[in-house]
C-alpha cells in the first residue's frame, strides 16, 4: 500500500472535472471503480480522517496502492465509463451483479432476409431485435418453445435462395412455415416475425388486430385453409395473454424494481408492465453490498441492468431516489430516444406494485440463502469427509491437481 501522504498529494493534483477514478492494489488488480463529477473533491475524501469513513471505506484505503483517472467531458460520460469498466473489472469493492457471465438475450435477426430467432449473450449493433436479459436460461427456452407454437419459425441454417425438394421435420409439425420450399414468401414470413417481435414487446393487444387483419383478408379472397390456420393462432394467442396477470389499464410500460437485504446480500426483482399487464419478472443478486447505502445500491443496479437491457420503458417505479438519480435519468433518455421517468410512488396502484415487488424481492432472498447455506454445509461436510479418508491433521483449504502427459510411462510433462 502506498502512503496516504503519498496518496493524498495525488488525489490533491487531480483536476476539478468530471471522471472515472480507478484504485489498485499491490498486485495491479482493480479494486474499485468511481465516478465523479468533480475527481479531486470526490477522490481526496477518502484520504480524510479515519472516524469519518465507513469500516468497508477504510478495508479499501488499506489495499490502495495506485491510483488512476481518466477525465471525461460530462457526469453522464462518467457514469458510462463506470458501468463499463465495472464489468469488465469485477472490482471487489463495488457493487456488481453477483453472476459474472453474461446474461442471455432473445436475438431476433431483422437484418436477415428470412430473419433467424437465437440466442445471444451479447448485444451487437447488427440491426437485429434484442429481447432480455433473462436471469434464467431455461425460461428463455421455455419463452421460445412458446414463440415457436404461436409463430412458427425457421431455425435452420439454409441458403433461402435455393429451394430444397423436400422440407424438414420442423414444417410438417408446423413449427416452421417452411421458406425453404417455397411455402411461404419473404413478405409472408417478415409477417410472422413482425408479430413475434410484438409479442415479445408485450405488445398482445396489437398482434391480436394484425392476426384478425390477415383471417379476414384470407376469407375474402377465399383462402379458407389459410384463415382456418390464423383462427387457431389467434385462439392461441389469446390463451396465452389469458394466464397473464392484468395489473393495470394505465400502466402501460413501465419497470418495477424493488430489492431485499440480509446478512450482506441483497436481491433486485424487476416487474415487467406492458399494456396493462404483467408479462415478466426477473431477479438479480447483487455483491458488494454489506456497508452500502439502499440508494447506492439502487444506483448501481439500474446502472448495470440498463446498460445490457434490450428495452428501456417509459417509467422505472422505484422505493426510493438512486444516487446520481438526474445523471441515471439522462443517461436512460439517451439509451432510449425519448424522456424516461425514474418516479418513487408514494400512493395508489404504483405504490402497491412497488410493494408485491418488495415481497417477492424479500421472498426470493430468503429462499437463496436458504440454498447457500444448504450447499455451505454440504461443503464442510465433504471436505471432513475427505480429511478423514486421507488422514489429514485438518480440514484442507485449497486443493491442487495436476496434469501431466507421457508416452508409455516414460518422459513426463506436465
Not at 183 to 188: G, I, N, S, V
Not at 335 to 342: F, S
Request: aromatic content about 8%.
Amino acid at each position: 500500500m502506498a502512503e496516504f501522504g503519498e496518496l493524498g498529494a495525488r488525489a490533491a493534483q487531480l483536476p476539478c472535472q468530471p471522471g472515472v477514478y480507478i484504485m489498485k492494489d499491490a498486485a495491479g488488480r482493480v479494486i474499485y471503480v468511481g465516478k465523479a463529477n468533480s475527481l479531486r473533491s470526490r477522490v481526496r475524501s477518502y484520504f480524510q480522517p479515519a472516524n469519518s469513513h465507513t469500516p468497508k471505506v477504510l478495508r479499501l484505503r488499506e489495499s490502495i496502492a495506485d491510483l488512476e483517472f481518466i477525465v471525461t467531458s460530462s457526469e453522464l460520460e462518467a457514469l458510462i465509463l463506470e458501468c463499463t469498466l465495472i464489468k469488465r473489472h469485477q472490482p471487489r469493492y463495488n457493487v456488481r451483479l453477483k453472476d459474472e457471465k453474461r446474461y442471455p438475450f432473445i436475438r431476433v435477426g431483422l437484418n436477415e432476409e428470412f430473419p433467424t430467432v437465437t440466442t445471444v449473450r451479447r448485444i451487437a449493433q447488427d440491426g437485429a431485435r434484442y429481447f432480455g436479459p433473462y436471469t434464467s436460461s431455461w425460461a428463455m427456452h421455455e419463452t421460445l418453445d412458446l414463440l415457436r407454437r404461436l409463430f412458427p419459425y425457421r431455425t435452420c441454417g439454409e441458403d433461402m435462395e435455393r429451394h430444397r425438394e423436400r422440407a424438414c421435420l420442423y414444417y410438417h409439425i408446423r413449427r416452421c412455415p417452411g421458406p425453404c420450399i417455397g411455402a411461404c414468401t419473404r413478405e409472408e414470413y417478415r409477417e410472422i416475425v413482425d408479430q413475434l417481435c410484438l409479442f415479445l414487446e408485450g405488445k398482445g393487444a396489437q398482434v391480436l388486430r394484425g392476426l384478425r387483419n390477415r383471417m379476414a383478408a384470407a376469407a375474402e379472397a377465399l383462402q379458407y385453409e389459410r384463415a382456418a390456420s390464423l383462427r387457431d393462432q389467434i385462439q392461441a394467442v389469446e390463451r396465452v395473454i389469458e394466464r397473464q396477470k392484468v395489473v393495470s389499464a394505465s400502466l402501460t410500460d413501465h419497470d418495477v424494481i424493488a430489492f431485499a437485504r440480509s446478512n450482506g446480500s441483497a436481491c433486485v426483482q424487476v416487474f415487467f408492465l406492458r399494456e396493462g399487464f404483467l408479462i415478466g419478472r426477473e431477479y438479480f443478486v447483487l455483491e458488494g453490498t454489506s456497508e452500502e447505502q439502499d440508494s447506492e445500491i439502487l444506483g448501481s443496479f439500474l446502472e448495470q441492468f440498463y446498460s445490457e437491457a434490450a428495452h428501456i420503458p417509459a417509467e422505472v417505479i422505484v422505493p426510493q431516489v438512486p444516487d446520481s438519480a438526474l445523471v441515471i435519468a439522462s443517461w436512460l433518455r439517451e439509451r432510449r430516444g425519448r424522456k424516461v421517468t425514474v418516479k418513487v410512488p408514494h400512493r395508489g396502484e404504483k405504490r402497491d406494485l412497488l410493494h408485491m415487488a418488495q415481497e417477492n424481492a424479500t421472498a426470493t432472498l430468503a429462499s437463496l440463502r436458504a440454498e447457500w447455506e444448504a450447499d455451505e454445509g454440504r461443503a464442510v461436510t465433504s471436505l471432513e469427509e475427505l480429511r478423514t479418508q486421507l488422514g489429514l491433521a485438518e480440514t484442507p483449504a485449497r486443493i491442487e491437481c495436476y496434469d501431466i502427459s507421457n508416452i508409455q510411462g516414460n518422459h513426463a510433462v506436465g
